[in-house]
C-alpha cells in the first residue's frame, strides 16, 4: 500500500495550508481527540464502471471534507481498489474525490451518508464500505431533496428529468440487491450515478430558471467564467462570451507574471485587458496572492516558492496600484471562514 497526506495534492505544506484556509484553530481541535476515542481505521473499496478495481494513483485526490467543504488532514493507504484512512471523531464529514462517470465525464463525488455526513462510528456499519454504492445512493438522496424543493416552489420537472430519476432510481434498487456480487453492485452503482448526476443538475437549472424569471431585472449584477486564453484574441470566442457574460476572469499568477527571475511581465495581462476595450464585460484580477505551488511547479518557476512574503505582497500592492482603474475586482487568494473565496473590490 501507498501511504500519502491530501494536504500534499493541494499544494500547501500543512503550515501553509492552515494559515491560508483559516483551519489553524479547527484542526487542533480534531487532532486532540484521545486514542481511546478514536475509532478503527475505515476501508472503502472502489471499482470503475466495469466493476474492475480503480488503479491506486486514481485515489491522489481523494480526501475527507466537513459539511462546508473544507479539507481535514487525513493521512490514507491507497491500493489497487481499495483505501484506508482513520475516521476522524468530530464533525461529521463527508468522503470525495473525482471519478469518471459515464455519461456525465469526470466529476468529484461525495458520500455523505444520505446528507447527514458520516460520524466516526457511521463506517463500523459494515466491514468494507462500496465507495460507487455510497456516492449513487447519497447522490440519489440529494436529488430526491432537490426534488422535493422543486416541487414546493412549484418548479416544473420535465418529462426528461424525470425519467432519469426514476431510472436512476431503478437500477440504485438493484445495486442495493447485488451487495454479494460487488462487481455487478458498481456496476449497478455507477449507471444510476449517471443518471442521478445529470437528473440533479437539470433540477438545479430548472429551479434557477424560476427563480429568475419570477425577479425584476437586476441592474449591475454579474455573471461571468474564466478566460485564460483570452489574451490569444480569438474574435469568435470574444462574441460568444459577449452574448452571455458580463464578467470574466483574467489571470494574473505569480509564475506567469514573473517568468524569470527580476523580470516581471505583465503582457499576457495587458493583451486580456486591451481585449476587453468597448466591451460591457467587467474584468477581474485572479489571484492577487495566489501563491499556488502547482502553478508554480508546474512553471518551474521554483525560485518564487522561496521568495519572502514581503517581496510576494510588495508585488501584489504594485499590481493592485497599476490596475486599480481598470480592474475593479480581485480574488486575493485565501478562504473565508466559512470556506468561501473572499473577493474585494481593489478601486
Same mark, same amino acid.
Not at 451518508?113 to 466516526?120: E, L, S
Given at each position: 500500500?501507498?501511504?500519502?497526506?491530501?494536504?500534499?495534492?493541494?499544494?500547501?505544506?500543512?503550515? &501553509?495550508?492552515?494559515?491560508?484556509?483559516?483551519?489553524?484553530?479547527?484542526?487542533?481541535?480534531?487532532?486532540?481527540?484521545?486514542?481511546?476515542?478514536?475509532?478503527?481505521?475505515?476501508?472503502?473499496?472502489?471499482?470503475?464502471?466495469? =466493476?474492475?478495481?480503480?488503479?491506486?494513483?486514481?485515489?491522489?485526490?481523494?480526501?475527507?471534507?466537513?459539511?462546508?467543504?473544507?479539507?481535514?488532514?487525513?493521512?490514507?493507504?491507497?491500493?489497487?481498489?481499495?483505501?484506508?484512512?482513520?475516521?476522524?471523531?468530530?464533525?461529521?464529514?463527508?468522503?470525495?474525490?473525482?471519478?469518471?462517470?459515464?455519461?456525465?465525464?469526470?466529476?468529484?463525488?461525495?458520500?455523505?451518508?444520505? =446528507?447527514?455526513?458520516?460520524?466516526?462510528?457511521?463506517?463500523?456499519?459494515?466491514?468494507?464500505?462500496?465507495?460507487?454504492?455510497?456516492?449513487?445512493?447519497?447522490?440519489?438522496?440529494?436529488?430526491?431533496?432537490? =426534488?422535493?424543493?422543486?416541487?414546493?416552489?412549484?418548479?416544473?420537472?420535465?418529462? &426528461?428529468?424525470?425519467?432519469?430519476?426514476?431510472?436512476?432510481?431503478?437500477?440504485?434498487?438493484?445495486?442495493?440487491?447485488?451487495?454479494?456480487?460487488?462487481?455487478?453492485?458498481?456496476?449497478?452503482?455507477?449507471?444510476?450515478?449517471?443518471?442521478?448526476?445529470?437528473?440533479?443538475?437539470?433540477?438545479?437549472?430548472?429551479?434557477?430558471?424560476?427563480?429568475?424569471?419570477?425577479?425584476?431585472?437586476? +441592474?449591475?449584477?454579474?455573471?461571468?467564467?474564466?478566460?485564460?486564453?483570452?489574451?490569444?484574441?480569438? +474574435?469568435?470566442?470574444?462574441?460568444?462570451?459577449?452574448?452571455?457574460?458580463?464578467?470574466?476572469?483574467?489571470?494574473?499568477?505569480?509564475?506567469?507574471?514573473?517568468?524569470?527571475?527580476?523580470?516581471?511581465?505583465?503582457?499576457?495581462? &495587458?493583451?486580456?485587458?486591451?481585449?476587453?476595450?468597448?466591451?460591457?464585460?467587467?474584468?477581474?484580477?485572479?489571484?492577487?496572492?495566489?501563491?499556488?505551488?502547482?502553478?508554480?511547479?508546474?512553471?518551474?518557476?521554483?525560485?518564487?516558492?522561496?521568495?519572502?512574503?514581503?517581496?510576494?505582497?510588495?508585488?501584489?500592492? &504594485?499590481?493592485?496600484?497599476?490596475?486599480?482603474?481598470?480592474?475593479?475586482?480581485?480574488?486575493?487568494?485565501?478562504?473565508?471562514?466559512?470556506?468561501?473565496?473572499?473577493?474585494?473590490?481593489?478601486?
Amino acid at each position: 500500500m501507498r501511504r500519502r497526506n491530501i494536504i500534499s495534492e493541494l499544494n500547501y505544506s500543512r503550515r &501553509e495550508f492552515l494559515a491560508f484556509t483559516g483551519l489553524a484553530l479547527a484542526v487542533p481541535a480534531i487532532s486532540a481527540i484521545s486514542a481511546a476515542e478514536t475509532p478503527a481505521p475505515a476501508r472503502c473499496l472502489l471499482y470503475d464502471d466495469q =466493476g474492475q478495481p480503480l488503479p491506486a494513483a486514481r485515489f491522489e485526490r481523494f480526501h475527507l471534507c466537513d459539511q462546508l467543504m473544507r479539507p481535514f488532514t487525513t493521512p490514507i493507504d491507497a491500493a489497487a481498489g481499495e483505501v484506508r484512512f482513520t475516521q476522524p471523531s468530530d464533525p461529521a464529514f463527508r468522503i470525495g474525490m473525482p471519478l469518471s462517470v459515464h455519461g456525465f465525464g469526470q466529476v468529484f463525488v461525495y458520500a455523505d451518508d444520505g =446528507g447527514a455526513g458520516h460520524t466516526g462510528r457511521s463506517l463500523m456499519r459494515a466491514t468494507a464500505l462500496v465507495l460507487n454504492y455510497a456516492f449513487a445512493r447519497d447522490r440519489m438522496a440529494t436529488v430526491r431533496k432537490l =426534488g422535493t424543493e422543486c416541487g414546493a416552489l412549484g418548479v416544473t420537472i420535465a418529462p &426528461e428529468t424525470q425519467r432519469r430519476i426514476d431510472s436512476a432510481q431503478v437500477v440504485l434498487d438493484s445495486a442495493t440487491g447485488a451487495s454479494a456480487d460487488r462487481t455487478a453492485q458498481a456496476r449497478a452503482s455507477m449507471e444510476s450515478l449517471g443518471d442521478s448526476l445529470y437528473a440533479g443538475e437539470m433540477l438545479v437549472v430548472a429551479r434557477a430558471q424560476r427563480a429568475i424569471a419570477r425577479q425584476a431585472a437586476r +441592474p449591475g449584477f454579474l455573471f461571468g467564467c474564466n478566460r485564460f486564453g483570452l489574451a490569444s484574441g480569438y +474574435p469568435e470566442a470574444l462574441n460568444l462570451l459577449q452574448a452571455l457574460f458580463n464578467y470574466t476572469t483574467i489571470p494574473i499568477y505569480g509564475g506567469w507574471v514573473e517568468p524569470q527571475k527580476g523580470h516581471a511581465d505583465s503582457t499576457a495581462f &495587458e493583451a486580456a485587458l486591451h481585449t476587453l476595450i468597448g466591451t460591457s464585460i467587467l474584468p477581474k484580477g485572479h489571484p492577487g496572492s495566489g501563491w499556488s505551488r502547482r502553478i508554480l511547479r508546474n512553471d518551474c518557476r521554483t525560485f518564487l516558492m522561496t521568495k519572502p512574503n514581503g517581496i510576494a505582497w510588495r508585488n501584489v500592492r &504594485e499590481a493592485i496600484t497599476r490596475y486599480r482603474h481598470r480592474v475593479h475586482i480581485g480574488h486575493d487568494g485565501f478562504i473565508r471562514e466559512d470556506g468561501r473565496p473572499r473577493e474585494a473590490t481593489t478601486g
